[in-house]
């Protein structure tokens, strides 16, 4: 099936949404989506289970329970897969995820832009073990997930990998040489 949430309008689900149970299914979100429970996408034991989740400008998705990409508890794969893509502008809120098992192999969780992913809890090095693992991907080549112990939040952005940042700093510096001149 397919679910389309326009901008301004909201959608809270009482209990856990699936997205892609044995069949295809999509979501586009430039409104809200609030899941009080888990969000499992890909999770019915075929490969014709496929979810897809795409956060656009403006779109917050708040998930009350975990994630599961691939996978229906967080920590088996399910023989299905999942992509959710956060573009710029977009938010994907998670209250928690399984550092390991939470987005399956053939699953994916793309940042794109400036979208944000934000997880409870330090998940700083899971964060960065998914993007080893290419389960956590971002357009801008590279991502940077900081923890604030204040507010017990992990927050995951886009960022471009040290080969690009150097680019952009000698082109940077080639500019400020010719300005000198």
Do not use: C
């Amino acid at each position: 099936g397919t679910l389309t949430i326009d901008a301004g309008a909201q959608v809270t689900v009482g209990g856990w949404l699936g997205i892609g149970h044995g069949t295809p299914g999509f979501a586009t979100v430039s409104g809200t989506l609030n899941p009080n429970s888990h969000l499992w996408m890909g999770a019915t034991g075929d490969a014709d289970s496929v979810g897809s989740l795409i956060v656009n400008n403006g779109g917050i998705v708040t998930v009350g329970g975990n994630i599961g990409l691939g996978t229906i508890d967080a920590v088996n794969a399910s023989g299905g897969s999942a992509t959710v893509t956060v573009n710029s502008g977009g938010l994907l809120n998670l209250n928690r995820w399984d550092n390991t098992g939470s987005i399956q192999a053939g699953s994916v969780l793309n940042i794109d832009g400036t979208g944000i992913v934000t997880v409870g809890g330090n998940r700083v090095t899971a964060a960065n073990d998914y993007f080893g693992l290419g389960r956590i991907a971002s357009d801008t080549g590279g991502i940077l997930a900081t923890f604030d112990g204040d507010a017990n939040l992990t927050t995951i952005v886009g960022i471009p990998e040290p080969s690009t940042l150097a680019l952009i700093a000698l082109a940077g510096l080639g500019l400020a040489i010719r300005r000198k001149r």
